[in-house]
């Protein structure tokens, strides 16, 4: 029975307060959506990155039978070859700091797992990523050292430099990310705000009731429990309705327009989405009911 | 049922106490009249009992519990055990008199049919029978009253205060709200009412407190109001 009184005092409250109850809809759903924009932009470009871009700084490909390399002369790397290049590396101590060999099985692994929203990932067969070692030195700066030990060496395809490839993607996602952000903690600081300010404006306007149900003895719980989650509702309501606006964002703007259009870049996709949905969901969740309880605890004494 | 030990109140910002030292006793099923000026400490004597405010010095006891030590969060259950009628009736103007009444037991998780079984009885029993879906602007003061009477009284506490209840009514409905009082107090309840009312003091008899500046100076029983206004 308090149940049903309880739900009873959440819908006339939402009712009553309509206008502001929207308020609190809009400014979540903003300050959310800014914020889902900056989490999507840091998951773009490790999604850029990859698994070895911070691990490793220089990559030396095997030559395949399929490679168009001159160098590989249309055949695969043998074993002695590997070995030698294998070799070769340990020698190059203390500047190589680390040595990390991937099999073509691991690198198409790899592969379908970065450019999960491409089209390209279906194309792709084991065999197709050669199979290749991953260098880490211990001075980034030197990795010309590498590239010229080993390009054109005797079954090696090619030598990358990854960062060469990918920093000029960071700087413009850094700049998105720090924009984002900053203008998500403004929108977060406005619903925090306008929270606490919707559950003035209805614990003024429900006066008369609470204070006849201080009078009768009705417990805290009764009495504020109405008012958390009238805001709790109205802000999982926009962060809901982020949620649709970073889907239609990274579905129109990604899935179906980059994805098909840059094929040589791992974008993000529909499914970053739905990882950060839930942080984003329980973020606001937690916020909501934090700022109810302070606003509640100072405004509405029992 | 109700003590209080050479208890002050004094509000803050204020250089004169609301209370001085007073001492009383209202032992349980009694029916005490509260008289004195404006500004002589009876509100806030009820306040006091009620936990509303809290004494500067001295004990305050209600049913049983020490005001002054009793948890924050045991508060809401004292005020189970005590009903509350003030001069303005505090009605909600949405509900109507069915409502407002049963109101009082939905907050407390009272069940459907317990709700459905006490609340025409309550009402029956203040004379409000047959308006039951009356609004409260659709009533006289008097039947107002009646319906914050029967809010009060409807979770059957031990305990009803009452602060100037019949200050915005007519002589003769006046009247009628204290005799309904007196009912109730002839059911076990024990009634404190805090009043300006000399001709139902007079014509009740009952124990009378008068107090001036905080200080009580007459407690007799079966007293009449006395010459101060």
């Not at chain 1, 309880?6 to 009712?15: P, W």
């Not at chain 1, 006066?207 to 805001?231: C, D, H, Q, W, Y």
């Not at chain 2, 008289?35 to 004494?55: F, I, N």
């Amino acid at each position: 029975m308090r149940l049903q009184f309880i739900l009873s005092e959440i819908g006339i409250g939402l009712r009553r307060n309509l206008s502001m109850a929207i308020s609190v809809v809009l400014v979540t759903m903003v300050s959310m959506y800014l914020l889902g924009l900056g989490l999507l932009a840091q998951r773009q470009a490790d999604t850029f990155k990859g698994y070895w871009y911070d691990r490793v700084q220089v990559t030396i490909f095997m030559c395949t039978e399929d490679s168009g390399e001159p160098a590989c002369d249309k055949k695969a790397v043998t074993e002695e070859q590997k070995k030698a290049i294998s070799a070769q590396l340990d020698q190059m101590k203390p500047l190589v700091k680390n040595v990390y060999y991937e099999s073509e099985q691991q690198a198409y692994d790899r592969f379908q797992n970065q450019f999960r929203n491409s089209p390209l990932a279906g194309n792709v067969r084991v065999g197709d990523i050669p199979q290749n070692f991953r260098v880490q030195l211990s001075d980034p700066t030197k990795y010309e050292v590498i590239v010229s030990s080993f390009e054109g060496a005797p079954g090696v395809g090619a030598v990358q430099d990854q960062k060469k490839v990918l920093d000029k993607f960071f700087k413009g996602i850094n700049y998105i990310t720090i924009f984002s952000f900053v203008l998500a903690s403004l929108m977060v600081l406005c619903a925090v705000l306008l929270m606490a300010t919707t559950i003035r404006q209805a614990a003024f306007s429900r006066r008369r009731e609470t204070g006849i149900m201080k009078l009768v003895g009705a417990s805290n719980f009764t009495i504020r429990f109405p008012f958390m989650m009238e805001t709790l509702l109205s802000a999982l309501v926009g962060a809901g309705a982020a949620t649709a606006l970073l889907w239609a964002t990274a579905n129109y703007g990604f899935n179906r327009y980059l994805n098909q259009l840059i094929l040589d870049q791992a974008f993000i996709g529909v499914s970053d989405v739905w990882a950060i949905a839930p942080w984003m969901v329980a973020g606001v969740a937690a916020l909501s009911i934090g700022t109810s309880w302070v606003t509640l605890w100072r405004y509405l004494r029992v | 049922m109700i003590r209080f030990e050479n208890v002050t109140k004094v509000y803050p910002r204020s250089t004169r106490p609301a209370l001085h030292d007073i001492s009383l006793e209202v032992n349980r099923g009694e029916f005490v009249f509260v008289v004195g000026q404006s500004g002589s400490g009876k509100s806030t004597l009820l306040r006091l009992a009620l936990r509303e405010e809290q004494a500067t010095k001295g004990t305050v006891l209600v049913a049983g519990h020490e005001l002054g030590r009793l948890p924050h969060r045991k508060v809401p259950r004292l005020r189970r055990e005590i009903g509350t009628v003030f001069q303005d009736f505090r009605l909600l103007p949405n509900k109507n008199v069915y409502q407002n009444v049963a109101f009082a037991l939905q907050v407390l998780g009272r069940s459907g049919h317990a709700i459905r079984q006490v609340v025409p009885e309550t009402l029956e029993m203040v004379g409000l029978a047959g308006k039951e879906k009356r609004l409260p602007h659709e009533l006289s003061g008097g039947e107002q009253q009646r319906v914050a009477i029967a809010r009060a009284f409807v979770n059957k506490p031990a305990i009803l205060l009452a602060d100037e209840p019949t200050g915005n009514l007519d002589p003769t409905n006046s009247l009628e709200i204290v005799r309904l009082l007196d009912r109730i107090n002839r059911t076990g309840t024990t009634i404190v009412m805090a009043t300006h009312d000399d001709d139902i003091v007079d014509q009740l008899r009952k124990r009378v407190v008068e107090l001036a500046n905080g200080q009580i100076i007459r407690d007799e029983n079966k007293g009449v109001y006395g010459t101060t206004r």
